[in-house]
Structure formats: structure tokens, C-alpha cells
Nanobody, 120 residues
Framework: QVHLVESGGGLVQPGGSLRLSCAASGFTFSKYLMSWYRQAPGKERELVAS????????NYADSVKGRFAIARDNAKYTVHLQMNTLSPEDTAVYYC?????????????WGPGTQVTVSS
């Protein structure tokens, strides 16, 4: 059974930084994509950033380019999201997602989410 654990959310002032982490257990595929999504109240869930393993190719939403950075940890199936220059518009529940990079499969797993609140 695949289980994702997110950490690092909280309350931060505008212009501040937070670092989110996500670790997946029970996942055994050798090629995979790990992503962070977010969902603000009244809005749809949106992709924030993703990273492939192996290879390390990253992808970012335009709204976070230059401010957020996703990176793999030395531990397999673990990623971090460094969030800088945060604004109130970044307030949302942030979800970690992992899926195998395998043709013909729709497998994918979500974490429970971690709240990020940017407010003075």
C-alpha cells in the first residue's frame, strides 16, 4: 500500500519562505514523477511543480517560476519544495502526488495535504 507523508506547512508572513517535504512509502516503480499541487478555497486544484526520477527534469507553474524550487532527496521517493517570496496568493492546501512513468497505467497516489497560509 502506497502512503505519502507531507510536512513543512504552516503560517508565514508575506515575503517569507517555507520548505515542504514529501516522502512516499510502499512505492516500487523505478521511473516516476513526483509533484506538488495546491488548492485554494473556491478554486480548482492546480499543478505547482513536478520532478522526474531518474533524470531530474522539472516543471513549474508560471505563477511560481523563479520563486519555488522542487528537488529530489537522496532518499528515494522523497522530494522537497522550497518556496520563497511567498504572497497571500500562495495560500492553499498543498498536496504531494506520485505516479509511475509507465505507458498504459493510470496509477497515482495523493498525500493528505498540508496547509500553507501566507498572512501578516
Amino acid at each position: 500500500q502506497v502512503h505519502l507523508v507531507e510536512s513543512g506547512g504552516g503560517l508565514v508572513q508575506p515575503g517569507g519562505s517555507l520548505r515542504l517535504s514529501c516522502a512516499a512509502s510502499g512505492f516500487t516503480f523505478s521511473k516516476y514523477l513526483m509533484s506538488w499541487y495546491r488548492q485554494a478555497p473556491g478554486k480548482e486544484r492546480e499543478l505547482v511543480a513536478s520532478i522526474r526520477d531518474p533524470g531530474g527534469t522539472t516543471n513549474y507553474a508560471d505563477s511560481v517560476k523563479g520563486r519555488f524550487a522542487i528537488a529530489r532527496d537522496n532518499a528515494k521517493y522523497t522530494v522537497h519544495l522550497q518556496m520563497n517570496t511567498l504572497s497571500p496568493e500562495d495560500t492553499a492546501v498543498y498536496y504531494c502526488y506520485i505516479r509511475p512513468v509507465v505507458v498504459g497505467t493510470n496509477l497515482g497516489y495523493w498525500g493528505p495535504g498540508t496547509q500553507v497560509t501566507v498572512s501578516s
